[in-house]
């Protein structure tokens, strides 16, 4: 078979997803071979791209089947060392067949029900997915590839009701939503399972990282991309419909995912990166070091395109609190608008990371700014809509 043939320089369907034996036939003595769940998604889709250029390993993607397949993070690579396998988390059976037939080097699982807002209306599908399949993943780990490295997503969420700032890796773990409470639940499974089978696994903890691939449903991407179809209206002189939001006086700490994709990698091989490494792995926290309001996030973005808003409020209650600008015949235009549908039943009302010991121990850097990050994201929702 013509490996360069059977996935890239086709229609990315059904068809070119491999089940686990067909998947198996394309590991090799001489090659590592890595497992990423979650390939479709903006981490699991850059970790590929960082992989391909910096390793020979063989990577094995996991998609869950549907109907409707979005392969738009994954559509531009073009490499024989890159495979889609089918995978879900919520199948036992499935995951312990993954790890014993295909017996990876490292297991990096990306997949997960990663929307807080959702998690309080999915609390259980929540919580089997993001805390009860990683059992499944320690155990087949433990059972069939006991000496394969283990990361598992973990996010700053899992501080929520933060006690100080600037949140490090002794804050203690105060969950404020179902999503935080699973990531705290993982995270102390892999815990357990490290020390008592001295497993490589993992669990860091990932403040908001964002990019160009982010879901459209996540604050900043909701924003930029609106900011975007913004932007053409007043270009095409057509009416302009204001972005509506939830709380935004809620602070986060947002970084470029492509800058924690590395941070991951280094997480992952400490034996190369931390001369100080003494056998045992250990979780680092991975941030920017900087918080912003939703407000600050909306300003900037607006900036990217020309634009110099002002906030007003005629009351003293929040949800009346309205973006606008002057266009060149001096009419206020409404851009941005409070809908209190989008606020939480209990709000992370601050994330602020301190990611001291990874720069320092993993001699990891973040190479792009916030300013950087927003720019990044506008710009190309620009040119996606253009
Ligand atoms: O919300 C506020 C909202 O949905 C950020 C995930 O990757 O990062 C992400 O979780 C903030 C919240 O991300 C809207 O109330 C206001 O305070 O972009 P988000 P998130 O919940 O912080 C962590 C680290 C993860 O681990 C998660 O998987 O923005 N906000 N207005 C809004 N949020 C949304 N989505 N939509 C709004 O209209």
């Not at 991407?221 to 972005?243: D, G, L």
């Not at 700014?369 to 710009?379: A, D, G, H, R, T």
């Amino acid at each position: 078979m013509n490996l360069e043939e059977t996935y890239f320089k086709k229609k990315i369907d059904n068809i070119n997803i491999l089940n686990i034996i067909d998947a198996a036939k394309f590991k090799n003595e001489t090659n590592k071979c890595v497992v990423i769940t979650g390939v479709t998604g903006q981490d699991g889709s850059h970790m590929v791209d960082y992989l391909l250029k910096n390793t020979q390993y063989i990577i094995f993607g996991g998609v869950r089947r549907l109907s409707v397949q979005n392969h738009t993070n994954i559509r531009h690579i073009k490499s024989d060392r890159f495979h889609l396998i089918n995978f879900d988390l919520n199948d036992s059976n499935n995951i312990y067949k993954v790890v014993e037939v295909l017996k990876p080097d490292y297991f990096i699982n990306f997949a997960a029900q990663s929307y807080v807002a959702c998690s309080w209306d999915f609390a259980k599908i929540t919580w089997e997915t993001n805390a009860t399949s990683i059992i499944d993943i320690l155990e087949a780990i433990k059972s069939f590839k006991p000496n394969c490295k283990l990361y598992q997503a973990g996010s700053s969420e899992e501080f929520g009701n933060v006690s100080y700032s600037p949140q490090d890796e002794k804050h203690p773990l105060k969950p404020r939503s179902p999503y935080g409470a699973s990531k705290v639940a993982s995270r102390q499974l892999i815990k357990v399972y490290r020390e008592s089978y001295n497993l490589y696994a993992i669990q860091g903890w990932l403040f908001n990282h964002e990019g160009t691939r982010r879901g459209e449903d996540f604050v900043t991407r909701k924003i930029t991309k609106n900011v975007a179809k913004i932007n053409k209206s007043i270009k095409n002189n057509e009416p302009v419909i204001p972005i509506e939001l939830g709380n935004i006086y809620a602070k986060r700490d947002w970084s470029d995912a492509e800058d924690f994709i590395d941070g991951i990698w280094r997480m992952l091989n400490q034996e190369i990166y931390n001369e100080n490494y003494n056998g045992t792995p250990e979780e680092f926290v991975f941030s920017s070091n900087e918080t912003h309001t939703i407000k600050e996030f909306v300003e900037l973005a607006f900036n990217c395109i020309g634009i110099n808003g002002y906030w007003k409020n005629d009351s003293t209650d929040l949800l009346n609190e309205k973006y606008f600008y002057k266009n060149k015949n001096n009419e206020e235009i409404l851009l941005v608008k409070i809908n209190p549908s989008f606020y939480r039943l209990a709000e992370v009302d601050i994330l602020f990371g301190d990611s001291t010991r990874a720069r320092h121990e993993l001699k990891w850097e973040p190479k792009t700014i916030f300013e950087s990050l927003v720019k990044k994201m506008v710009n190309n929702d620009i040119d996606l809509i253009s």
